[in-house]
């Protein structure tokens, strides 16, 4: 980590109207559940060159990487592009480093959703877990489908079984995930 | 030999085809696949992975410790619900603290998360049933198919964990494939993600479909009568998709779209309609006429 003295920082900061290095952002980003490894990475764009994003979006994810190295906290979490990587994990395949820019991405992701910014497609996801217990609930349609294969109509899942439901919905109340993506039906 | 068989959501939801080729071709193969019941969703780790750590391990922990508690490790048909409990299952076997933490959320429930079971995908259980095992349950080799093979992501990757092949040039798919008869075409780009994950698929679909064209575009070239895949959600975005491209990018991509188990179920002689063969948006008639 290359330091800077305080006051240099502050004038930068007060010039680009941006803020480096938050401490709590960094020690976020350190501790979120992943190989990440941004102090590692010396921008030699092997993910970049390898991400399938790159092809349809600006997206470069050796740049998030430099990013999350200044501590760009507001920057990174206001990007939208931080939602378009699929987690394929190439970055994580090629970088020499062990960086995972992939897991440097997520980290942000999640801090992104701490300060309340989470898409609505996934907030509506997130719902249908709350509810059902399946990220994808099954439907009527599909109910007689099943029964056509000679399946049950209701997998044997949190579907089929209620107390089930209720210890998912009680994980998710004991770790905060329905006030995180506001609030269950 | 047995396994608690993990349904995930999209295969029990919206394929059950592929759930029923499962339970089939694994009775054909003598090994036991029991019901995990009360399994909920993995957690899906593309949306919820970038939601919120603790929850995406908890909800996991439970899934796991629920096949502790059935004595047996647990066999999974995606390769999302495989990258959700195998990474589960290896963060928390790796990180006590952690562990302490996610069973006290699990205590709540009565649960309690050990670390004495693994997770398999079911590839690789097939692959180390070995391929003399598979050849002879075959009734109808698929001669004549050529079949465009997509791994799709986290079948392989994280490849220094899973450690089942080589994410960049892997083989062990095109294996499985050939040793039913058929032909493992090669195409550009075969190894690309199909755009699903990560939660951009719902959240933007074109987006996802970009991914999609690009595989779809490429194994035309090859001239492939089908795509096989070994993940539901890589199956719905082919399968879905390529009605959904229709729509929006006014493309025409017939490409019928199937799931290893099916393929395999084929193989064996079993009958296509109860795979879930005529069940699926894209039809599978021109393949299954190919192969008669």
């Known amino acids: 980590m290359i330091k800077v003295e305080?006051?240099?920082?502050?004038?930068?900061?007060?010039?680009?109207?941006?803020?480096?290095?938050?401490?709590?952002?960094?020690?976020?980003?350190?501790?979120?559940?992943?190989?990440?490894?941004?102090?590692?990475?010396?921008?030699?764009a092997k993910c970049t060159s390898g991400c399938p994003a790159t092809l349809f979006v600006e997206f470069q994810p050796h740049e998030i990487v430099s990013m999350a190295r200044l501590g760009l906290r507001d920057q990174l979490v206001n990007l939208k592009i931080i939602w378009n990587c699929t987690t394929c994990m190439r970055c994580k395949e090629v970088c020499p480093e062990d960086v995972s820019p992939v897991d440097v991405i997520r980290g942000i992701r999640r801090t992104a959703v701490k300060m309340g910014q989470v898409l609505d497609a996934h907030k509506a996801a997130a719902n249908l877990l709350l509810t059902t217990g399946h990220l994808v609930p099954i439907n009527e349609k599909f109910m007689a489908l099943r029964e056509k294969f000679g399946l049950a109509p209701l997998p044997p899942t949190t579907h089929m079984f209620p107390n089930a439901l209720k210890e998912v919905k009680e994980i998710m109340s004991a770790t905060g995930f329905d006030k995180l993506i506001g609030g269950a039906k | 030999m047995k396994y608690a068989l993990f349904l995930g959501c999209v295969v029990p939801n919206r394929y059950p085809g592929i759930e029923a080729a499962t339970r089939e071709v694994f009775k054909q193969l003598n090994v036991t696949l029991l019901d995990l019941e009360g399994a909920s969703c993995c957690p899906a780790p593309g949306v919820l992975g970038s939601l919120d750590a603790r929850t995406w391990l908890a909800i996991g922990a439970r899934n796991l410790a629920l096949a502790e508690s059935l004595g047996c490790d647990i066999l999974t048909i995606c390769n999302g619900c495989f990258e959700s409990l195998f990474e589960t299952n290896r963060v928390l076997r790796e990180d006590t603290k952690l562990r302490g933490e996610i069973n006290n959320v699990l205590a709540n429930v009565g649960h309690k998360y050990m670390g004495t079971g693994a997770v398999h995908h079911f590839v690789k259980?097939?692959?180390d049933l070995g391929i003399d095992r598979i050849r002879r349950s075959i009734r109808k080799p698929l001669n004549g198919l050529n079949v465009a093979v997509h791994y799709g992501c986290h079948l392989l990757s994280p490849s220094r964990t899973?450690?089942?092949?080589?994410?960049?040039?892997?083989?062990?798919?095109?294996?499985?494939?050939?040793?039913?008869?058929?032909?493992?075409?090669?195409?550009?780009n075969k190894m690309l993600c199909c755009g699903a994950g990560g939660g951009v698929r719902s959240a933007f679909l074109e987006l996802s479909l970009q991914f999609t064209r690009e595989k779809l575009k490429a194994i035309k070239e090859a001239n492939a009568d089908c795509i096989a895949d070994v993940c539901p959600f890589c199956h719905l975005q082919f399968d879905r998709g390529q009605t959904e491209i229709k729509?929006?990018?006014?493309?025409d991509f017939r490409f019928p779209v199937i799931h290893y188990s099916q393929l395999l179920g084929l193989a064996m002689g079993l009958n296509p309609e109860n795979l879930g063969l005529y069940a699926q948006e894209i039809p599978c008639d021109s393949m299954i006429e190919k192969i008669k």
């Open chain 2, 162 to 188: 899973k450690r089942i092949d080589d994410p960049i040039r892997p083989k062990i798919l095109d294996v499985l494939v050939e040793a039913l008869g058929a032909r493992s075409v090669d195409y550009q």
């Open chain 2, 247 to 251: 729509r929006l990018f006014e493309e």
């Open chain 2, 125 to 127: 259980v097939l692959y």
């Open chain 1, 6 to 44: 305080k006051e240099s920082l502050e004038n930068l900061e007060k010039i680009v109207n941006i803020q480096f290095n938050i401490p709590q952002f960094m020690s976020d980003l350190h501790r979120s559940v992943g190989d990440q490894k941004p102090g590692y990475c010396h921008q030699c």
